[in-house]
């Protein structure tokens, strides 16, 4: 047989190159979360996280016929939903999903917004949830200690949060 009857067997095989991507797929799964994530990620999954659980806190309200109301310290990372019940004591939601951390490390409560009181940029404030939604339209600006803003917007009596990049005014 010459060289050119010959077949070429140099290369790879289709199954040889699928496990090699299926090992280094699964190395990947391992090590990507344990990357450290950075500020800019971190606040805007602490936007998003602090929008849907405004949204949940007024379906909640709507559904289960419960009042809540967020507890936030501006200048500060303290956000707390906090139930009412029937009595009218306060305590710590029953729901799990309302019980969890909203912001994540270094990410701050910067100023909140209603119309009716204005900026305030520290002390403590209340936003009332009830079976109708928010009683006023808040804007709540969160920061990253690298001065990085996002910013929310949650409208009253209809459930909607909308999350913005960037320090938004009304």
């Known amino acids: 047989m ?3 009857q010959r077949p070429d067997t140099s290369g790879f095989t289709l199954i040889e190159i699928a496990v090699v ?27 998003r996280t602090l929008a849907s659980t405004l949204r949940y806190m007024q379906e909640r309200a709507a559904t289960t016929r419960t009042n809540y109301y967020l507890d936030l310290a501006p200048g500060t990372d303290s956000v707390k939903v906090v139930e009412i019940s029937g009595d009218g004591w ?8 309302l019980r969890r951390a909203t912001l994540k490390e270094g ?38 200690s690298g001065g990085k803003f996002w910013t929310l917007m949650a409208f009253p009596a209809g459930g909607k949060v909308k999350v913005y990049e960037g320090y938004q005014e009304e």
């Open 2 to 4: 010459n060289n050119a």
């Open 21 to 47: 991507l299926a090992i280094i797929g699964m190395v990947m799964l391992l090590i990507i979360p344990r990357l450290p994530s950075t500020e800019q990620e971190d606040l805007k999954v602490s936007a």
């Open 90 to 97: 306060s305590r710590e939601p029953a729901d799990p999903l």
């Open 107 to 144: 990410i701050l409560v910067s100023d909140v917004v209603i119309p009716r009181l204005g900026k305030v940029k520290d002390g403590q404030l209340r936003l009332d949830v009830g079976m109708g939604g928010l009683r006023d339209f808040v804007t709540i600006h969160l920061s990253s």
